[in-house]
């Protein structure tokens, strides 16, 4: 087998070794089957128990309720972004965005192609190194929802609390740190994201939703935008993406073996602190994200200058290791460390960070 390098990025990312193995050795034939997974009808038995099972997996995984569908669309957490107002904000209506990135600044700019919307709160004048604290939300009473990120992929910035919206339904783009910590879906109205960073390889995107928000979609809405399209039929209106939801099966299981998402969420805990607290403790590193709101997931960090961030990330390259560019509009260094991320690669890149810093500091 060809060696594995350590791959840093931050999606499509990394998916767990043992998942890959199992999706290489079944791939010519699904065991029993005598067919490849990417040859099946989507309205077949095998399929349906995929498909199924991830649902089922899914629940159990995060105590999703019996009153959440769980949809499985394509278009990526993107289309959402337009998906949402469309369904969910009704013509005269008014939605809260909260503005914590670059992320949530295109949520926010296909809603307002729908319909009136008010900024809740921005952490922009401080360059997105930090989202609002409860007290700083303005919230309207009168809002069709709330819509928030959950984690900011290019900034590295993550809510440590679930906001507070009282009746107001709350919706949350959650592609960059799905399931990487326990979550209480029971706060949340909506929970959306592209699967290509914890869950799957691209073109499947997670919905869960609460089946009352179905009722509040416009009758005139293109089918295929339609939540109830996918809703009634299961995700099976049209054929899904087969290849990504058997993968997320996969994947799924997997992260129940790991012993769930409270043992997921302390390897995640460990594995950033050992990056943040190498930061911290140099002067010649610079964290991005103010400390109560640093990313499990995408821990962004700058060099002294951006001479030594283009040598760093040179170096890291030839030492095995991918994907640490910062995003250009954030530019610095981002190690995108996901669930499937191992622990051993972190380990590799804390030790390069300090020899890097004794032969350059
Ligand atoms: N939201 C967040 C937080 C993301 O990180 C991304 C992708 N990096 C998106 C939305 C867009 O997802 P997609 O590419 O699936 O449309």
Request: aromatic share 8%; hydrophobic share 40%.
């Amino acid at each position: 087998m060809t060696e594995r390098i350590y791959n840093f990025s931050a999606g499509p990312a990394v998916l767990p070794l043992s998942v890959l193995e199992q999706v290489q050795r079944d791939f010519v034939a699904l065991p029993g089957l005598g067919m490849s997974i990417v040859e099946i009808s989507h309205r077949s038995k095998a399929f349906d128990e995929i498909i199924e099972g991830a649902e089922a997996d899914l629940r159990k995984l995060a105590g999703i309720p019996d009153n959440y569908r769980i949809l499985f669309l394509q278009g990526g957490a993107s289309l959402q972004f337009s998906m949402v107002p469309m369904n969910l904000l009704p013509a005269g209506g008014k939605a809260d965005y909260i503005v914590t990135g670059s992320w949530s600044k295109k949520a926010i700019k296909e809603a307002q192609r729908i319909g009136t919307v008010n900024v809740a709160a921005t952490t922009e004048s401080e360059n997105f190194t930090r989202v609002p604290r409860q007290e700083e939300l303005k919230l309207d009473p009168e809002a069709a929802y709330v819509h928030m990120t959950t984690n900011e992929t290019i900034h590295g910035v993550e809510y440590k609390y679930d906001p507070e919206t009282g009746d107001v339904p709350l919706v949350a783009d959650a592609s960059s740190d799905i399931f990487s910590v326990p979550i209480n879906v029971g706060k949340y109205a909506m929970i959306y994201a592209g699967a290509q960073k914890n869950l799957a390889p691209a073109g499947v995107t997670l919905v869960i939703m609460r089946d009352d928000l179905l009722a509040r979609s416009p009758a005139g809405l293109h089918t295929m935008l339609n939540y109830n399209t996918h809703a009634k039929e299961n995700s099976l209106y049209n054929t899904p993406p087969v290849f990504s939801i058997y993968v997320m099966r996969l994947v799924l299981a997997w992260l129940l073996e790991q012993g769930g998402l409270e043992a997921i969420g302390r390897q995640n805990e460990e594995k950033a602190a050992l990056l943040y607290d190498t930061i911290d403790a140099s002067e010649f590193y610079r964290a991005h994200a103010a400390p109560e709101c640093r990313s499990l997931m995408n821990v962004a960090f700058r060099l002294p200058s951006e001479e030594l961030e283009k040598q760093f990330v040179a170096e890291t390259t030839k030492a095995g290791m991918d994907g640490l560019k910062g995003h250009r509009s954030v530019g610095g260094i981002r190690a995108s460390i996901y669930n499937a991320f191992p622990r051993a690669g972190v380990e590799a890149l804390v030790a390069f960070m300090k020899e890097f810093e004794r032969t350059h500091g």
